[in-house]
């Protein structure tokens, strides 16, 4: 059995005897070298702990007008983002260099300055950044930290040949993790495509597959049956913004939870919206999406709320079926507005087969989120299984050749 000690490290425990630990700057020097004249132009970033090109030329996101002040780095840099530590705690923040190219001199990369195999480090940098350990480390308003702070950081030092197993074994098991991982997110995407077809077709067809067609004049609804007719929304719902309110009242502790733009953001202390209402995003990334409330809730005003004449679940099947983020007017941030959501068109079937859709879709939907959900609890599993995997050997709690 392999000897332990103890690494003096809280969040690491015990590591093998001949392990050394060391501060960081003594075995990675900071990179610097600036992108003069445009040297470079393969633009990179770090995006969910992967460093991954980015077009240079792109008119999307927020890009400097020069990118003369970028870092040039090299396969083998680590990168580290450490800003905003603050507010933002969900981030991966460090990434492993693949090619050369460029990125932000936002961001802090190291180089090794011995010989080292810097991706045995990467994922030893990586098991600390799913610790937390960073957070602990920064300071000012901002909580950001730069070299000057992370170069104080203890890391492990196992010998050179363990350093090259040990990332040869998670550079195997981690790219097998990886694809089951794809093969489960194919599978919910599968899934969730399915369940849109069906919602589209049952809102627009009816059920009724012998039903007489005619057309609705509308593309995004196609045919409709013959005795169905099409009208704006608004003549069946009214829709107003949500309430603006400020981050400083939203909290974990408050009686109800804030719907905006993204997915529950708080708690506040008292609601505007009951249970017959539903919320539309109406910026960010949830711009477009429709949120069934099955509780008394405050919506934001980056939320619509939306009170239907029409039974509420029919109205929730019939929204999802228009896909409502196609009305977003901004080339910057995603942004709807009440008065297009009003005008959109959609077909209109008499209230019993409006009842009969929504209970169909219920059953249905409820069937595929069902299946949706047991995929993604395998992919929950899989990812904790590949943290836990990692930490193990980057901290020599199993060694490789077990």
Not at 1 to 28: A, C, H, T, Y
Not at 171 to 185: F, N, W, Y
């Amino acid at each position: 059995m392999r000897e332990m000690k103890d690494s003096g490290i809280p969040w690491i425990g015990e590591i093998p005897k001949e392990w050394q630990v060391n501060m960081l700057s003594s075995l990675f020097d900071e990179h610097k070298q600036k992108n003069k004249d445009l040297a470079e132009t393969n633009l990179l970033s770090l995006s969910y702990g992967k460093i991954v090109r980015k077009d240079i030329n792109t008119k999307e996101g927020l890009l400097p007008e020069s990118f003369d002040g970028y870092n040039i780095i090299s396969r083998g840099d680590i990168v580290f983002r450490l800003t905003d530590l603050q507010n933002d705690k969900r981030s991966l923040r460090t990434g492993l260099c693949l090619e050369k190219g460029i990125i932000t001199s936002a961001y802090v990369t190291i180089r090794e300055r011995k010989p080292l195999k810097s991706s045995y480090f990467h994922y030893l940098l990586h098991s600390y950044d799913l610790c937390k350990v960073f957070y602990g480390m920064g300071d000012g308003v901002r909580q950001g930290m730069n070299y000057s702070d992370l170069r104080k950081l203890l890391v492990l030092h196992p010998p050179f040949a363990e350093q090259q197993r040990i990332a040869e074994l998670l550079d195997r098991k981690c790219a097998e993790v990886d694809e089951m991982i794809g093969l489960q997110e194919q599978i919910i995407e599968e899934l969730k495509a399915y369940k849109q077809s069906l919602i589209t077709e049952a809102v627009t067809k009816g059920l009724n597959p012998d039903a007489p067609m005619r057309d609705s004049g509308i593309e995004w609804i196609g045919q409709i049956p013959e005795h169905w007719k099409v009208a704006r929304l608004k003549f069946y719902a009214s829709i107003d913004s949500g309430d603006a309110i400020s981050n400083e009242q939203i909290s974990e502790e408050g009686d109800y939870p804030v719907y905006g733009g993204g997915d529950i953001m708080g708690y506040y202390s008292d609601y505007n919206t009951t249970e017959d209402k539903l919320i539309i995003g109406r910026v960010g990334a949830r711009c477009g999406c429709v949120t069934l409330l099955k509780q008394s809730c405050w919506a934001s005003d980056n939320a619509l709320v939306l009170k239907s004449a029409l039974p509420l679940k029919y109205t929730y099947h019939l929204l999802q079926a228009i896909n409502l983020n196609r009305l977003n007017t901004s080339n910057a941030q995603p942004l709807i507005t009440a008065t297009k959501v009003k005008n959109v068109f959609i077909p209109l079937t008499p209230t019993v087969e409006q009842q009969a859709i929504a209970e169909y879709l219920d059953e249905k939907c409820a069937d595929i989120d069902s299946l949706i959900q047991t995929k993604q609890s395998k992919i929950d599993s899989l990812k904790e299984y590949k943290k836990s995997i990692i930490y193990e050997y980057v901290t020599g709690k199993r060694k490789v050749n077990e």
